[in-house]
């Protein structure tokens, strides 16, 4: 069966002194999740590890370099899902996670299905998985960013028009046996206000229907994808 691997590390108009980074961001990405696919590994592990390489780059919102909210500090969300089993896990507004897709995959393993803020960071803690001072994940470039961010939207907000753009970045993988996993991380909006409007996907409050959506793409993968030398796309 082919294995496939996706990965994005943005949907925005990336500006051009950022355009090669994110590519570069991307590649390292397909790198690590595709040595997984080629060592017959589980999609899952896959796209965990892709996400995984992008939250650590720090030209990406996602993980370190994330976008500052309106207390200019940095809150991420995380979710992930697996079309055989309906297993999804998600995260969203935690904080001091350098990793937040590694935690929706803890959940993904419990009984709980979405974790918010503190709540979703003790279960990190109760999990023993590893903190970090949440301003280590702050770069230099989004500290910038934010003072002009936070200046342009007060004037927008002023004007009425004060809208704000978003970015997350993402993989969807198909193994060798036939499974499929998708998952996406995201810093969310810059200058976002606590929890709302800030879900990964757009849309973790109903998993269940995004679980069904990546079962269907299961049985499409198992039916569909066979043969071949494996695709790999960024």
């Known amino acids: 069966m082919t294995t496939s691997l996706i990965v994005h590390g943005g949907a925005w108009d990336i500006p051009e002194d950022l355009l090669e980074a994110h590519k570069l961001g991307c590649q390292a990405a397909l790198m690590k999740g595709w040595s997984i696919l080629q060592g017959g590994g589980h999609a899952l592990d896959a796209v965990e590890a ?3 390489s992008m939250e650590d780059d720090p030209a ?3 993980g370190t370099g994330a976008a500052l909210n309106a207390e200019g500090e940095v809150q ?3 979710s992930l899902m697996e079309g055989a089993a309906l297993m999804a896990g998600a995260v969203a ?3 001091g ?3 937040p897709i590694s935690l929706a995959r803890l959940v993904l393993e419990s009984e709980n ?3 918010v803020a503190e709540g979703a960071v003790k279960f990190a803690r109760a999990a023993g998985m590893e903190e970090c001072d949440p301003r280590q994940l702050i770069v230099e470039r989004e500290l910038k960013l934010w003072e002009v961010r936070r200046r342009e939207y007060e004037s927008r907000r002023r004007e009425g028009s004060g809208s704000r753009s978003s970015d997350t970045v993402g993989a969807v993988a198909l193994d060798q046996h036939g499974n499929i996993a998708a998952g996406d991380s995201t810093g969310g909006s810059p200058l976002a206000s606590g929890a709302g409007g800030r ?3 757009g849309g973790m409050r109903d998993l269940r229907r995004q679980s069904c959506g990546r079962s269907g793409l299961h049985r499409m993968g198992r039916g569909q ?3 071949g030398n494996g695709q790999v796309r960024s």
């Open 76 to 78: 991420l969300d995380a």
């Open 93 to 95: 507004a935690v904080q």
């Open 113 to 115: 299905v979405f974790l």
């Open 199 to 201: 879900f990964a996907l």
């Open 50 to 52: 892709a996400i995984r």
């Open 97 to 99: 996670i350098k990793n």
């Open 225 to 227: 994808h066979q043969g």
């Open 60 to 62: 990406l919102n996602a």
